[in-house]
Each structure stands twice: as structure tokens, then as C-alpha cells.
């Protein structure tokens, strides 16, 4: 193996090296004395206890800007469950269209056509990097996609290409969209993420929101299929209003609670959503103007308005190691992320498993543009060192 220590490390380093894409960096400040006032041991259907998941939705909804009549709910098994739930309770009533471009789209379209077993299913697939082909989409048919791919680096930059006059809905996983990016809320009818993504809270929580059109389905529809308690949203042909007013399906975790709240309360104090974007904006500025020029490196996202601002993917462009064959390439942009690590300047910031080999370094607003600047010096540092084993 090559000598690590052979050249010049960057002078700078950045103050908090978690570029995690999920769970990701906490907000800057962040201590656990944020947490004092959790109603620890308390039941989540007290009074105390669900003022503040019902304060979860309320102050949600107004930085989202999310329309009055939607409805939002807080519900098991993070931004997964969130999709699942509109997956196994929504479709089946039309045929089905699935943008498949990166991991966890695929993993919707596998729901769809081997969990599900939709006859009238179509998968509109493209490779890491790409979006599909958006012409091709049909709106009659109920839609699923991402509105961010994380694990591309991939992003829709507007929602035009969906029409006003669709007939079936629009399911957005966005997980690491929301918070971070404008979603055309009169473009889709599902709308779910999760805690720890671009607010930095703690997991296992995920947040449902249903345009009045995928209420409607809800009231309309009966799926052939049955719905296990976790996933049921509806009693005796009504809403359960409850879910959407703080009444969870199963027991939360009041510390997360407690966590999540610190967050939008941070947001709401830089800003809101538009200071939240700007932040986000920013780093993936920083990466940009960096990658500009550089040989050692390039953007996963091929298209400069489809790059994403939370979750940018970077490929290993440099000649050394696009002459590796694919085992080579994953063992050397393993060792890349590795020695980001042992330097601590970069945790978790390998791509994700299924994912080309590169890097992936997560730009939300809780990351400060100052510590992606820092790091990247060091990521040509980590290239140039590698190569030397390869």
C-alpha cells in the first residue's frame, strides 16, 4: 500500500465532519441540552405529549408552505412506512407508472410489480445520473417517483412536466427533498419524508401528507388486498381524522419528538424554508465551483438542473481510475471514503451500495457551507494518495 503521509495534508478542517446522507449532520449548535424539556416517560396520548406531535404538523405545514386542506401525519417507520403506506393503500385503482433512476425508486418498483403484482404496471427506468424519459410518463396512470433521488445526486427541477389536468395521483417520495427544495404541491398528491434528513433529527419516524385528490382515493377505494393495523388510515369508510391532528398509529418516541421540534424551531429562526434552501444552495454551490475544472472528480447528476443541493454524488473521473475495471474501481473509491475517514474529516461519505463508485457528500441546511469548503481540498488529497496504491 501507498504512503498516506507522503504528501502535504489541507491546512483546514472541517468543524464537523458528518456528511451522512440519513441520518444526517444535527443543526449547528446542537447540544443534548436541547432535549431538556422531552416528556420522557409520559404516554404519547397525554395531553402535554401530543400538543407537541400535533405541534410537529402545524409548524410542518406552515415552513412548508403545504396547502390548508392537505392533510399531514406523523406515522410509523420513517419516510419507508410513509411510502408504503400510499404504495399498499393507494394503487391498484389505475395502472401504474414507476421513475425508477436510482436505489430507492427501484425499490418502489419493485414493491409495485413483485410485492403488489399490479397487472398494469409500467417501470420508467434510467441510469444513475439521468431521469427518464418524462414524455413518456402518463398521467392518467397514478404516479410514483422520487422528487430526489438520494443516492444519485439526482433532482426534478420543477414539477411542469406533471399537467393540471392529471387523473390519477402523484406519489413524491421526498425525503431528501422536503425542507431543502420547493415542491409544487399543486403537482402531487402524496408527499412524504422523514425526520433525519435535511432537519438533522433522529429516525424512525416518517411524515404522510395527502392532497385532498389522495383523500379522496382513501374514501373511494378498497384495495383487493389486506392492510395490516400499521398501514390503515381509514375506519368504518372515514378518515381517522386523529392521525392527522397528532395521534399516531403506534407509540413515537417523545425524545424524537423533542428533536424534531428543535429543529423547525431552528429552521423557522433562520429564515424558514427559503433560508433553509439558500443554506442547501449554497453548498452545493461550494462543490460546484469546485468541480468546475477539476480532473479528479465530476458530478454523478449529468444535468446542472437536475444536480441536488442535500445529497450530491460525486464519480471518480480521474484517468487512473477510470482505467480500473468495476472490482478495481469499487476497492479504490472504498479506499478513498476510508481515508476521508481516518483523517475525520468526512464520515459516511462513501457512495451508497448500490450506487457507482465515488463519493457522497450531504449538502442540507444543517451543514455549514464553511465545512464543505474545508473538506473539499481534502477529497483531492484523498484521490491523489489513493491512486498511488492503484
Not at 392492510?227 to 381517522?240: H, V
Amino acid at each position: 500500500m501507498a504512503d498516506f503521509s507522503a504528501a502535504a495534508k489541507p491546512a483546514a478542517r472541517p468543524q464537523n465532519p458528518n456528511f451522512s446522507s440519513g441520518p444526517c449532520a444535527k443543526r449547528p449548535g446542537f447540544t443534548l441540552d436541547a432535549l431538556k424539556d422531552a416528556p420522557l416517560g409520559r404516554s404519547h396520548r397525554a395531553k402535554g405529549p401530543k400538543a407537541k406531535l400535533a405541534e410537529i404538523i402545524t409548524r410542518s405545514k406552515a415552513i412548508l408552505g403545504m396547502p390548508a386542506d392537505w392533510r399531514l401525519g406523523i406515522v410509523p417507520a420513517s419516510d419507508t412506512g410513509a411510502v408504503e403506506m400510499a404504495l399498499w393503500y393507494l394503487l391498484g385503482a389505475r395502472p401504474v407508472d414507476v421513475l425508477a433512476f436510482e436505489s430507492f425508486s427501484e425499490g418502489w418498483a419493485t414493491d409495485v410489480v413483485k410485492q403488489l403484482k399490479l397487472p398494469d404496471a409500467r417501470v420508467l427506468k434510467a441510469p444513475y445520473g439521468q431521469l427518464p424519459d418524462l414524455t413518456q410518463v402518463d398521467f392518467s396512470h397514478d404516479v410514483v417517483l422520487a422528487w430526489n433521488g438520494t443516492t444519485a445526486g439526482v433532482r426534478f427541477a420543477n414539477g411542469d412536466f406533471i399537467p393540471d389536468n392529471r387523473e390519477g395521483l402523484v406519489i413524491a417520495d421526498s425525503t431528501s427533498a422536503a425542507f431543502a427544495m420547493d415542491l409544487p404541491w399543486d403537482k402531487l398528491d402524496v408527499v412524504t419524508w422523514s425526520w433525519q434528513k435535511v432537519l438533522g433529527g433522529e429516525g424512525a419516524h416518517g411524515m404522510l401528507a395527502l392532497s385532498p385528490r389522495a383523500v379522496e382515493r382513501l374514501l373511494t377505494y378498497k384495495p383487493a388486498w389486506p392492510l395490516p393495523k400499521i398501514f390503515r388510515l381509514t375506519s368504518k369508510d372515514k378518515l381517522i381524522e386523529g392521525i392527522f391532528a397528532g395521534e399516531t398509529i403506534n407509540t413515537p418516541s417523545m425524545l424524537c419528538v423533542e428533536d424534531a421540534l428543535d429543529g423547525l424551531r431552528w429552521a423557522e429562526g433562520i429564515g424558514g424554508l427559503q433560508g433553509l434552501i439558500a443554506r442547501s444552495e449554497a453548498n452545493l454551490k461550494a462543490v460546484a465551483d469546485w468541480v468546475a475544472g477539476n480532473e479528479r472528480v465530476r458530478f454523478l447528476a449529468e444535468t446542472p438542473e437536475t444536480r441536488s443541493n442535500t445529497s450530491i454524488c460525486l464519480a471518480i473521473a480521474a484517468p487512473w481510475f477510470t482505467a480500473l475495471d468495476a472490482e478495481a474501481q469499487a476497492k479504490a473509491a472504498k479506499a478513498i471514503a476510508t481515508l476521508l475517514e481516518t483523517e475525520g474529516v468526512a464520515l459516511d461519505a462513501g457512495a451508497y451500495r448500490d450506487a457507482p463508485p465515488g463519493l457522497r457528500i450531504w449538502g442540507g441546511a444543517t451543514v455549514e457551507t464553511s465545512d464543505v469548503a474545508a473538506l473539499l481540498p481534502w477529497i483531492d488529497y484523498a484521490v491523489d494518495m489513493v491512486a498511488q496504491a492503484f
